[in-house]
């Protein structure tokens, strides 16, 4: 599946931490929200996805999907700190909660404001819409629905692994550490080998679903941060 990345996200992101300790510290709390926003949606997009694989009864083989289900879920659980045969481990979301503190010297919010007076927020907001939407596949069939969304969240647990490196090196750099860093960066690796069985076991890396699903989140993760990049020269 690595020979479907095209290099395209990678440039971005890599583009963006390069320049992020550069960035005011005032403009850190707009910033961490905006990309926590950024963050927590792909909480949201993992059940989605899983929904979409479920839904696909009447098409699929009962096996291999609740094989795919099983993989696929391994990845979503460890964000709330479920881990097979540990205890309770504490959720990213409270982890990136501290982060913001430690970055920003003050608690993360209650909520997410309205309107689009935060342009980080605004930008990914913008881009959860577009994954959402262009995950929902609707008026395809369940079955090419179902391929999709797997290949989607390989591509975003795979890309993750660049990201949370880069993510870290920069928040070091800044002379920020954080949990919530070294707690991506030491799963990464496993929940993209998850998300990878789970396309294994459902269907096959070459078909023409996943190949466009893996090009879709690249050119979504791309997008995304060369925005981010735009506003970053705005402050530096």
């Not at 931490?17 to 550069?22: A, G, H, M, Q, T």
């Not at 969304?149 to 550490?177: C, H, P, Q, T």
């Not at 076991?201 to 699903?213: G, H, K, L, T, Y």
């Amino acid at each position: 599946m690595e020979s479907l990345l095209e290099g395209c996200a990678r440039r971005e992101l890599d583009r963006f931490y390069e320049r992020l300790p550069s960035l005011p510290s005032s403009e850190r709390p707009a910033l961490l929200l905006g990309m926590g926003y950024n963050f927590e949606f792909y909480d949201a997009l993992f059940p989605l996805a899983a929904g979409r694989v479920q839904c696909s009864m009447d098409a699929g083989q009962y096996s291999r999907r609740y094989r795919a289900m099983q993989s696929l879920m391994r990845p979503f659980c460890s964000e709330f700190g479920i881990e097979a045969g540990r205890p309770l481990l504490r959720t990213h979301r409270e982890l990136f909660a501290e982060f913001y503190l430690a970055a920003t010297g003050s608690p993360h919010p209650e909520h997410y404001p309205d309107g689009d007076a935060n342009p980080w927020l605004a930008a990914s907001r913008r881009w959860a819409r577009a994954m959402e939407e262009r995950t929902a596949r609707l008026g395809a069939p369940s079955l090419d629905r179902a391929k999709f969304n797997l290949g989607y969240l390989w591509a975003v647990e795979r890309l993750s692994i660049d990201e949370f490196n880069a993510m870290r090196k920069a928040w070091n750099s800044a002379g920020v550490r954080a949990d919530y860093l070294d707690a991506h960066c030491a799963v990464e690796a496993e929940h993209a080998a998850a998300s990878r069985q789970a396309v294994d076991v459902f269907c096959s890396v070459s078909d023409p679903q996943v190949v466009e699903a893996v090009r879709a989140h690249e050119a979504d993760l791309a997008g995304y941060y060369a925005d981010l990049s735009a506003l970053l020269l705005t402050f530096v």
